[in-house]
Every structure is written in structure tokens, then in C-alpha cells.
């Protein structure tokens, strides 16, 4: 302010230099840089100048219809339960029930309403019929068979990585290179790598730099570091707005029922409090995730989402742009599973604010490609494809013969990889493969893993004559450990 | 001389039938000749009773210790631990040290308890220092959960008062004795609810004292939300961890029971709360277990043919001190679900490769150390023989809350873990 500037310190030949010290000595530099690299990590690479925004979100034509179809059938299956049940969208609450609600903030898990008569809009399984269906006009694939037909469900052309080009991009996930997960066993003394890579991870949070943090990771987070770690990659820091947001979105939810509420709370009943590790957390779940169906702070994500958020009209105003709302508030319609995306990380943050910002951070970077069309390289329909080639071409037998008896692989894989594998391995697992999706900021990973695991369990798998054989041989994952499964697969097996 | 072991059992649980079974043991009564017998605590009551006059042979294997009610009964238990205390202070050893309110800082692991009506006055001098807290009324011979009650007012326990007119006979016999420990009112939540732990410890031999810990200990849940609320006080589901009173609440899960593995436990508080505190939370785990069987130790009759699983229930705080809460001598074989069918599967498997090795007719007279290898998921907790071989200045070293080296739990030593570094 102009106070400051009349102080005799400050001299204008320095002020650029002043400044600049300024930044450095107070870490705002790195926090400027963070900032930076945050939004390079999220936004697509600069593309071709006259190129419209649909491009950003999914530059090929056909997958924006695939998607613009899907949203208008979960649309539709929405509106109609909405009508069939007469619940509206969203209503107001009255006094004593915002009241009610409030005292059971924390408790909601204790909660009994009646829920019997709501579906989830959709499951994975349904999801990924389209993702079968999907065509590209474009192409012919030809009617011969060659030895280049692809033998999987998913029939478009995306160009996928093969081992080769895997090894290089996952370089650090190579057999000479000390990882979390493998190099840290019991028997392994903890002089060879662990107590270094302790030390190293805890000077990086020291310094405070997300380029760096991210590149750590790749190595896998030891588990004190990890919730710093993460936070400090996805640029999260808790500033008290941050809060105060949280608490708005809260007020929110006490003052506004959605129809969408009843949806997350099915899908935790039926999902995470089932689960052995998540259990203990559900009431973490309602808080989080009723205060995101809310955010409309989410909205900004669709600009690079292929999907759109829903719209919906003030009643009795059908097609009135004026009367237009986004339902949800933040456009993301939960389906069966969803709550499993927050989950596994109550296991690192226990104030609720905390650990809604680093959900919904995960959100708008990852999770969504996992539930939306798109051609890009960390999108559920390259996954699926990535999956499926790195089967075909590398373990061709096992492949073909799944096939033979009606077990497509990819109808048994599928889920996992919507789930980014939560509520499949066991939660240590878990967190040291989100490590490496953050820390390549990819979900390809995901795909590597899944082939990974068939590779894995192919001996039985070869075994067995029907699909319910075989998903019954992948049906517990919970014994596996990840990182020498990924190794092995990219680095020992025979190319 | 390969005949084969002859079983008896007055617990009829498929944990334990199965595991004898694979053996190929051959089940026997209990009037013919035997070589194993798991019994419950009615049974070995009579079998060591004066009256009976029973007998062990050497080729014979029980499955408690005569007096194990000196560990597992509450008001013996406390009773012990005091008298511990006590005599390690008169002895002038370090681990007694008292800190500058009088508490002691290395031994003070069991909420304050009293006997009712015995110390009923001596209770009541303490309640009155602070009138605000809340007490747990336990009768000494019930278990799962039985009979249990908080009171937070003199009046809710008026009938223990050794003055009361209506107490008259009632207090007196030891069928009704109670005690009554300080209520922890400050658990450590976790997603709000509050839990115990409950854990298994082999005791092969008291004198030399050898134990084992079974790794696969169990974080109990309750299914109702922790209030300390004084209106809650009468609401089972929110306070007591037991399962059997648990399953009863509506919100029991029969999949997961509302138990968490140990392992969860500690990649919880790890990754929340940092290394350090969460090793030195489980050193301190390991250590009031250890104190408290070297507490009951020289009472105890440590009859060769006798070993024991107990199961130890364990309460943490909120500032990450973990308490003594009870011990069982029974612990529950019956599974609540299907990983609990495991759990307690091997658990068994690995107590009877331990207790009866390699399978076959027992030899009573054996050193009770068995090779590293047959131990299974459980590790050393202490051996007072591989201790003592160390050297008395050991002891000032191993105190927790000093650096004890590798984490526990994480056995780099070939031969003896961490865990047997202190005495």
C-alpha cells in the first residue's frame, strides 16, 4: 500500500529484486509455484488456437454423442424414479428436521430411512455395455480376421501403450529402483533403502514443493508422510476459507434435501459399511459426500470432463434457459460404488474438511475418467482397451482361452478399474498404488495392474471352464501385493 | 512310541474339534486315559481342587493353570498388580518411580479400581475428589459383558455400602463382589466410535516366565455413536465393546462383526499421527501385558503340565496411553463371522504347535521352547530366560518411552525379537 512504499528502505532500482527476495524468504515462491504446477498438472496441453471448447473436453465427435447419449439416460432413469417414487429433486427441509439433522451431524450413519425403494441410477456393469457398444464411424475394422483384430469387448481404435513403451514411461517403477512395497519388508534392513527414502520424503515436505513430491511418490509414500505428501501434491493447504467453505456446504446440506442424498446413502449402506476396513468410517462418508453432491465449485471440472453436468428446470418451466439448474448442484450423479472413491482415505485424514478438499481434489483430476466417455489416455475407455491389449498380446493363451469359455476378462476387470481398486485390495495395498497414480498423475496403472493380476492368477485361470469359475479365482484380492505384481509384469515378463 | 493323542474337550467349538481332528488326534472321554484336555475354567477348577486329588501325568497337557484367576478374575487381578507395585518401590527399582502427583510412570496401566463392598469407603473418598466422573461397576466372576453398569452418582451403588441396612447378607459372599474402576472417558475414537482391543497372549510357562503374542489381535467397535453424554449412561451399545452384547444391537454387521484387524489399527494411527507415537503406543501395549504376568507370576502355580491362551482386553486414550482392562482365560471361540472362523482357527493351530509340539503324546518334562519355526502368527513377547542371559543393565535401558530400537513388531533378530529386549 502506498504507506509502504514511502518507506525509506524501499528503493525502486531494487523493488524487482526486493520483491522477488521477498517471495523466496517467505515461501510465497514456492507457493506460487506450486499453484502453477497444479494447474499444469490438471488442464490439458495448450491446444490449437481456433479449436472450440467441446475439443477441450473430447476432441473426437463420436465419444461426445456416446457420452451426450449415456447423460441422457442416466438423466432419464433419474427423473423417472423421481416421478414413480413423487419425491422431488430437492426440497427444502423444514425447520424441526434441519434442526433433527444437526444433532446427528455426526451420526448419520444411524440413520434408518427408508430406502428399500431407491436403485442406484447405474452399476459399473451397465456402464460398460455402452463402452462395448462404442463405434467409431469412422473406421472399418474389415470383416477378415487377422491377426491384428482385436479379440476384446472394446472395439475402438485409441492408441494404447505396449510394455516397452510402459517400462520407459514407469521407469522408476524398474527392478534396480528401491520402491515402498517391496524394499521395505521385514526382511529387508531398513539401512538399504527405507530409512533414505524416509529422510529424502521428509525433506521434500520441508521444502514444500509439489513438482518434487510427485516425483517422490513414484517410489511409493511412506505411510507417516503420506497424508502431508498428497496434500501437498494436489496443492491442498487448509487455509480457514477452506474451511469456512466446508462449512457453508454443510449448512447447505442441513437446510436442502436432495433426491441424490438417498442415493449416497444406499450406496454407502451397501458398500462401505460392508467393508472390513471402511466400516468404521461411514458416517465420514455422508459428510463428505452429501457436502459434495452441493459444491458447485465442481462445476469448473466439466470444462475439460467430456461429460456435461445434468440440467434440470424450475418446475413448470421445461426448456426456459432462465430456470435452468444444474442437478446436482455440482453435476456429478453418484452410481453404485462411488462412495468407495473416499473411503480409503479416511485411513490418512480425520477432520472432515481436510479430507473433503483432498476427495474432491482426487475427484476433479482422476476419478472422473473413470465414469465418463472419452478418448483420452487416462479415460476408462483407454484403460479398458489397455487393458485388453496388454492381455492379448502378452499372454495370448490365457486370453484366448477366457474368451473361448465366455469369460471376457474385461467383464471381470472392469470393475475394479472404475473403482481404481478400492474395496478390492486390501487398504495398505491401496495406498501404495495411489501413490503411483498421483505420482505419474495417470490412472493407466490401473490397466497395467489388472493385466498384472491375470497374469498372476493364469495357472488357475487356465483351469477353469466357465465365467463363474473364473471370477470366483479373482474374487479375493485382498492377499495381493501390489508393487512386485506391477514389477514382475513390467519388468520381468518376456516381451 | 507313535500312538496317537488322545483328546478331550468340554467345549464344543468347531475351531478347536477341527484343529484336533487334522491332527489325526483320537478323541477320548474324560474317565479313560488322556493326553490332552481343553477345558473350560468350571472344569479345571475341579480337576486341581484339593478334594479330587487328581493326578497329572507327564504325557498329560491342560490347557489353564490352576490358579489362573489370579490374572484373569478383576479384583485379583488388581490385587496383584498393586501388591507389584508395591514391592518393586520397597525393592527400589527404577520402574517403580513415581512422577510429582504420585502416579506411577511406568507401572500405571489399570484404571484406579476398588473392591466393593470391601474398600467401599476408600472408594468413596476418591469419588468424592471428583465427583464428576464416571465408574464402571464390574461383578468379579461374570464375563461377555454380564452384569456390567456406570454409575456416575454414590446413590446408583448405595446397595455396597457396608453400612447400608438392606445389604445385609447379599455383599458379603464373593458371588456378589464387585469392582469398580475409574471409567475411561476419553477413548481414542476413531470415525467417532469408540473401540477395544482385544489381544492373545500364550503363556507356556510362569516360572521362567515365557509368553508369546498372537499377531492377529482384533480392534472391537461399537455400533452406536461414543457420547460421553451422562443420558447415555444407560445405553450398553454406546460403552461396552463385548461382541455378545454388540450382536444384539441393530446396527451388527455379521460381515465384517465391527471388528478391525490390528494391522488397520496401525495404518490408521501411522498415517494420522505419525511413527513414533504409534510404535511407542504398541511398546507400551507390549509392555503392561508383560508387567502384568510378571505381576502374578510368584503367585502363581506354574504346573508343567499347564499352559494358557488369554485373551486381554485393552482400552486406549485419547492421548494414545493404553490401560489394562481385563483378562480372560476363556477367550470366545465362537466366530461372529467368517474371518473370525479364520482367526480363530489358526489361533488355535498355532497355541496347540506350541503347546503340544509336533502333534504328538507329550512329554511334560521338555524345556517349553520350541524352534522359531512352528510358532506361526505368534512372536516372543518375553522369555525371563533369554533375558536373564543378557545381563541385569538391560532393564534400565528397556523402559518404554526410551528408544527401543527397531520398531516392535518388525522381527530383524534372528532368534529373539524386539519385543524381549527389556525385562
Not at chain 1, 510394455?163 to 514411461?169: D, G, R, T, V, Y
Not at chain 1, 475394479?416 to 495411489?434: E, K
Request: charged residues 25%.
Amino acid at each position: 500500500n502506498q504507506a509502504s512504499l514511502q518507506r525509506p528502505e524501499i528503493k525502486l532500482e531494487s523493488l524487482k529484486e526486493d520483491i522477488k527476495e521477498f517471495f523466496k524468504i517467505s515461501g510465497w515462491e514456492k507457493k506460487l509455484q506450486n499453484a502453477v504446477y497444479s494447474e499444469l498438472s490438471v488442464f490439458p496441453l495448450p491446444s490449437h488456437p481456433a479449436a472450440p471448447p467441446e475439443h477441450l473436453k473430447e476432441p473426437l465427435v463420436y465419444m461426445r454423442k456416446a457420452q451426450g447419449s449415456w447423460e441422457k439416460r442416466i438423466l432419464k432413469s433419474l427423473n423417472s424414479m423421481c416421478t414413480e417414487l413423487s419425491i422431488p429433486l430437492a426440497r427444502k427441509r423444514p425447520v424441526g428436521e434441519q434442526k433433527e439433522l444437526l444433532n446427528k451431524w455426526n451420526e448419520m450413519g444411524t440413520d434408518e430411512p427408508d430406502l428399500s425403494l431407491f436403485r442406484p441410477v447405474y452399476a459399473p456393469k451397465d456402464f460398460l455395455e455402452v463402452l462395448i457398444n462404442l463405434r467409431n464411424p469412422n473406421y472399418e475394422n474389415g470383416d477378415s480376421l487377422s491377426f491384428r483384430t482385436h479379440l476384446g469387448l472394446i472395439q475402438v481404435p485409441l492408441k494404447v501403450k505396449d510394455i516397452p513403451e510402459l517400462k520407459e514411461c514407469f521407469a522408476e517403477l524398474g527392478l534396480n529402483t528401491g520402491q515402498l512395497g517391496i524394499d521395505d519388508s521385514t526382511q529387508v534392513p531398513p539401512e538399504l533403502f527405507e530409512n533414505e527414502h524416509v529422510r529424502i520424503g521428509q525433506k521434500v515436505l520441508a521444502e514444500q514443493d509439489s513438482a518434487a513430491a510427485q516425483q517422490y511418490v513414484r517410489q511409493g509414500s511412506p505411510t507417516a508422510l503420506r497424508a502431508e505428501l498428497w496434500a501437498l501434491i494436489l496443492n491442498i493447504s487448509s487455509q480457514p476459507e477452506d474451511i469456512l467453505y466446508y462449512e457453508q456446504l454443510k449448512t447447505n446440506v442441513i437446510q436442502h434435501d436432495l433426491l441424490v442424498d438417498s442415493l449416497i446413502y444406499k450406496d454407502v449402506k451397501l458398500t462401505a459399511s460392508n467393508d472390513d476396513y471402511y466400516f468404521v468410517f461411514e458416517d465420514y462418508l455422508y459428510q463428505v459426500l452429501l457436502c459434495f453432491s452441493r459444491d458447485t465449485s465442481v462445476l469448473s471440472h466439466f470444462a475439460y470432463n467430456s461429460a456435461s453436468p445434468p440440467k434440470s428446470y424450475i418446475r413448470g418451466k421445461l426448456g426456459l434457459e432462465e430456470y435452468a439448474v444444474f442437478y446436482p448442484p455440482n453435476g456429478v450423479i453418484p452410481f453404485h460404488g462411488f462412495s468407495m472413491y473416499v473411503a480409503p482415505l479416511c485411513f490418512l485424514y480425520h477432520e472432515p474438511y481436510k479430507l473433503y478438499q483432498i476427495f474432491r481434489e482426487m475427484y476433479v483430476r482422476f476419478f472422473f475418467r473413470l465414469h465418463s466417455i472419452s478418448s483420452h489416455p487416462s479415460g476408462i475407455v483407454s484403460l479398458c482397451l489397455l487393458f485388453e491389449t496388454l492381455l492379448q498380446t502378452y499372454l495370448p493363451q490365457l486370453f484366448y482361452h477366457l474368451r473361448e469359455i465366455g469369460a471376457q476378462p474385461l467383464r471381470i476387470s472392469f470393475k475394479w478399474m472404475v473403482r481404481a481398486f478400492s474395496g478390492y485390495l486390501a487398504t495398505d495395498q491401496l495406498l501404495l498404488l495411489w501413490d503411483r497414480i498421483l505420482g505419474y498423475n495417470s490412472l493407466e496403472i490401473l490397466a497395467v495392474l489388472a493385466a498384472a493380476v491375470f497374469a498372476f492368477r493364469a495357472v488357475n485361470l487356465m483351469e477353469v471352464t466357465s465365467l463363474a469359475a473364473a471370477e470366483a479365482v479373482l474374487a479375493d484380492l485382498s492377499t495381493l501385493k501390489v508393487m512386485p505384481l506391477l514389477q514382475i509384469f513390467l519388468f520381468a515378463t518376456v516381451t | 512310541m507313535a500312538g496317537k493323542v488322545k483328546w478331550v474337550t468340554d467345549i464344543e467349538k468347531s475351531v478347536l474339534i477341527n484343529n484336533f481332528e487334522k491332527r489325526g488326534w483320537v478323541q477320548v472321554t474324560e474317565n479313560e486315559d488322556w493326553n490332552f484336555y481343553w477345558m473350560s475354567v468350571q472344569t479345571i477348577r475341579s480337576v486341581f481342587s484339593v478334594e479330587t486329588g487328581y493326578r497329572l501325568s507327564d504325557d498329560q497337557v491342560v490347557n489353564h493353570f490352576p490358579n489362573h484367576y489370579e490374572l484373569t478374575r478383576k479384583d485379583l487381578m488388581v490385587k496383584n498388580i498393586k501388591r507389584y507395585r508395591k514391592e518393586l518401590e520397597k525393592e527400589g527399582s527404577p520402574l517403580a518411580e513415581r512422577d510429582e502427583n504420585g502416579k506411577y510412570l511406568y507401572l500405571d496401566f489399570v484404571p484406579v479400581t476398588y473392591m466393593l463392598p470391601a474398600d467401599y469407603n476408600l472408594f468413596v473418598e476418591e469419588f468424592r475428589k471428583s465427583p464428576s466422573s464416571t465408574w464402571i461397576m464390574k461383578p468379579c466372576g461374570k464375563a461377555q459383558g454380564k452384569g456390567i453398569f456406570l454409575i456416575n452418582k454414590l446413590s446408583q451403588i448405595k446397595k455396597w455400602s457396608r453400612d447400608s441396612k438392606t445389604s445385609s447378607f447379599v455383599s458379603q459372599s464373593t458371588k456378589e463382589a464387585y469392582v469398580i474402576s475409574l471409567y475411561i472417558n476419553n477413548p481414542l475414537l476413531i470415525g467417532g466410535r469408540k473401540f477395544d482391543l482385544r489381544l492373545y497372549v500364550l503363556v507356556s510357562t510362569y516360572r521362567p516366565l515365557r509368553c508369546y503374542m498372537y499377531k492377529l489381535g482384533f480392534c472391537r467397535f461399537c455400533t452406536v455413536k461414543y457420547t460421553p453424554s451422562t443420558s447415555e449412561l444407560d445405553n450398553m451399545f454406546v460403552h461396552l465393546t463385548n461382541v455378545a452384547i454388540q450382536k444384539h444391537g441393530e446396527d451388527y454387521n455379521h460381515i465384517h462383526g465391527g471388528k478391525w484387524t490390528v494391522s488397520n489399527l496401525r495404518l490408521y494411527l501411522e498415517s494420522t499421527r505419525g511413527r513414533e507415537v504409534t510404535s511407542k503406543l504398541f511398546d507400551e501395549i507390549h509392555w503392561i501385558i508383560v508387567q502384568s504376568l510378571k505381576a502374578v507370576a510368584p503367585v502363581m502355580n506354574s504346573d508343567k503340565h499347564c499352559f494358557e491362551c488369554y485373551g486381554y482386553d485393552i482400552i486406549i486414550d485419547d492421548k494414545l496411553k493404553p490401560w489394562l482392562i481385563e483378562v480372560n482365560a476363556s477367550p470366545s471361540l465362537t466366530s461372529s463371522t467368517a474371518n473370525d472362523r479364520i482367526l480363530k482357527y489358526n489361533l488355535i493351530n498355532d497355541t496347540l504347535n506350541i503347546a503340544v509340539p509336533n502333534g504328538e503324546i507329550p512329554d511334560c518334562k521338555w524345556n517349553k521352547s520350541p524352534p522359531k519355526e512352528v510358532l506361526g502368527n505368534y512372536e516372543i513377547l518375553y522369555d525371563e530366560e533369554l533375558a536373564q542371559g543378557d545381563g541385569a543393565d538391560r532393564e534400565l535401558r528397556g523402559r518404554p518411552g526410551q528408544s527401543l530400537g527397531p520398531k516392535a513388531g518388525r522381527s530383524r533378530d534372528a532368534g529373539r525379537t524386539v519385543l524381549t529386549t527389556w525385562k
